[in-house]
């Protein structure tokens, strides 16, 4: 037997960068340590990293909620003095209804129907 074959075989990446490409062995062994240390890191904090996870993707996945809402109260906000000058007088009183015709108007309604 050879001794060769009693060796276990090198992963393919440390194959390609630190014996064909010929990158310094002193990266190698900072690598490796680096990456024992955030295997160590990873294990102890766990459930943090879960929660900071699943925080962050929630946040994620509500920003355009978020900003779509925020979105439609600037239109409503800009086009309720505009709606408030068109609509008959009565309905000038009611603020739910020239709040009405502004969202309607914010969602593409025609503003020339109005009265």
């Known amino acids: 037997m050879r001794s060769d074959q009693n060796k276990p075989n090198l992963p ?9 490409i010929g990158l310094p062995d002193s990266w190698l062994r900072t ?4 990456k ?9 904090n766990k459930k943090i990293i879960i929660v900071s996870l699943l925080t962050i993707g929630g946040l ?13 109260n600037i239109c409503i906000d800009a ?3 505009y709606v408030k000058d068109k609509i008959p007088y009565e309905e000038r009183l009611n603020k ?20």
């Open 36 to 44: 024992k240390k955030s295997k160590v890191f990873v294990e102890e």
């Open 79 to 81: 086009s309720l003095d």
């Open 31 to 34: 690598f490796l340590k680096s």
């Open 12 to 20: 393919w990446w440390v194959e390609l960068l630190f014996v064909q």
């Open 60 to 72: 994620i996945y509500t920003n355009p909620i978020f900003k779509s809402s925020r979105i439609q």
């Open 96 to 115: 739910k209804a020239s709040l009405a015709w502004a969202i309607r108007f914010c969602n593409g309604g025609d503003i020339d129907s109005i009265n």
